[in-house]
């Protein structure tokens, strides 16, 4: 079993930065690929940053050019460099892993999930 724990959340204002750690347990992160969702009240879990088995990175168009997916395989642990946050990006933010080494884009592809970490963003 796989379990996954988030951290590094919190307020910022706009413009500002977090960064986002997932630590894993129960199992390597080497050679699958980990995913950070995201879900503002009222929408659905929406993808965000992902990072393939071998370290290829792709975001979604919304976070491009302010967001940075890395992993630390010796750690077992993924981050989330978050710069120039913006109100939109208000959410609660999940990692999530399966069992797949390329890329997923649907939630439903995930098997394993983190508790969430609270992101607001002040204007």
């Known amino acids: 079993q796989v379990q996954l724990v988030e951290s590094g959340g919190g307020l910022v204002q706009a413009g500002g930065s977090l960064r986002l750690s997932c630590a894993a347990s129960?199992?390597?992160?080497?050679?699958?690929?980990m995913g950070w969702f995201r879900q503002a009240p009222g929408k659905e879990r929406e993808f965000a940053a992902g990072?393939?088995?071998?370290?290829?990175?792709t975001y979604a168009d919304s976070v491009k050019g302010r967001f940075t997916i890395s992993r630390d395989n010796a750690k077992n642990t993924v981050y989330l460099q978050m710069n120039s946050l913006k109100p939109e990006d208000t959410a609660v933010y999940y990692c999530?892993?399966?069992?797949?080494?390329?890329?997923?884009?649907?939630?439903?592809?995930?098997?394993?999930w983190g508790q969430g970490t609270q992101v607001t963003v002040s204007s």
């Open positions: 999530g892993t399966g069992r797949y080494y390329s890329i997923q884009y649907y939630a439903s592809y995930y098997n394993y």
């Open positions: 990072i393939s088995g071998g370290g290829i990175t």
């Open positions: 129960g199992r390597t992160i080497n050679g699958y690929a």
